[in-house]
């Protein structure tokens, strides 16, 4: 079945609109400023949209884009209303964001294409990993999925803990080791008590540790190498997560990880309680790396699947005139 018919139920919707309350609004006041005491889109409003997008965290290369489409539309249809505006901004950010094939995902009840599916999370401290992992042992458990973790950020013993308590609540399996042991030991054991047991998905938390590209090189490379021992094609998936509420800060996040280790796909956290929402939008273009989660809440239910449609909707609707 596919996700829009399972996953983006109303509550999703909802959960969806008021985590991005605080961005909507404050792009939604940019836009009608943007828009103001015009009826028709000239460069002016184009070059105001601009500024409003920019200044939204969609970032300059991708705002840019944006507009270069829209100036596209106006162009062609000759007369465009400001009224129209809206619905164009719309279809032409939600159109940029397919060509990268953003928010293609799967049901967490669909078969996985291996056994186990071997996930690392990666990403700097305080981002939302251990969080975003016990999210989705939530939701894969719920799936019927049996889950393993790994606790393999062994720096602080805290960590270990937070990711107990994950497993406790979601009824996944948590392997690991004292504080201060080798990460890539326990990925190794995470990975064979896996195998062993017969489980859908292992997740492999790791500490983020950013203080130069080398030594995260080669700390994740080890503890990719040490799995390949158990699943020689594992990780099947490399998770880089963001916290959106770090707006342009994410981005060089991104852009560091990128060049340490082969990312595969992105979650960004926190996009609650900010008005910096607009950077999915530019991260989900800018990396060409798809965008598959994002958090919108501490709570379990509130990290959702990442849907470009769904997405674009709640961010920038609802504004449909400036006059
Ligand atoms: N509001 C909000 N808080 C979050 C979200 N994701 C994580 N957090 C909080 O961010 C803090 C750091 O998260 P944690 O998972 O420990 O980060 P880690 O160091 O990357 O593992 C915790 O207090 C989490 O509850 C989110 O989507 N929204
Ligand atoms: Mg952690």
Partial sequence: ?????????????????????????????????????????????????????????????????????????????????????????????????????????????DPLPQKPYVVMVVGVNGVGKTTTIGKLAHLYTQAGKKVFLGAADTFRAAAVEQLSIWGERTGATVVKQQMGSDPASVAYDTISSAVANNADVVLIDTAGRLHNKVSLMNELTKIKKVMQKVVPDAPHDVMLVLDGSTGQNAFEQAKQFTKATQVTSLAVTKLDGTAKGGVVIGISDQFKIPVRYIGLGEQAEQLQVFNRDEFVDSLLGGVTSGR
């Fill in 1 to 109: 079945m596919s996700i829009f018919g399972k996953i983006f139920s109303r509550e999703n919707k909802q959960t969806l609109d008021q985590g991005l309350e605080k961005s909507k609004q404050s792009v939604f006041s940019k836009i009608t400023h943007a828009i103001a005491g015009k009826s028709k889109v000239d460069d002016e409003v184009l070059d105001n949209l601009e500024e409003a997008l920019i200044t939204s965290d969609v970032g300059v290369e991708t705002t840019l884009r944006i507009i270069e489409r829209i100036q596209k539309r106006v162009e062609r249809d000759k007369y465009v209303g400001t009224d129209e505006l809206n619905s164009i901004l719309r279809q032409e950010t939600a159109s940029l964001l397919a060509e990268n094939n953003a928010g293609d995902v799967l049901d967490f009840a």
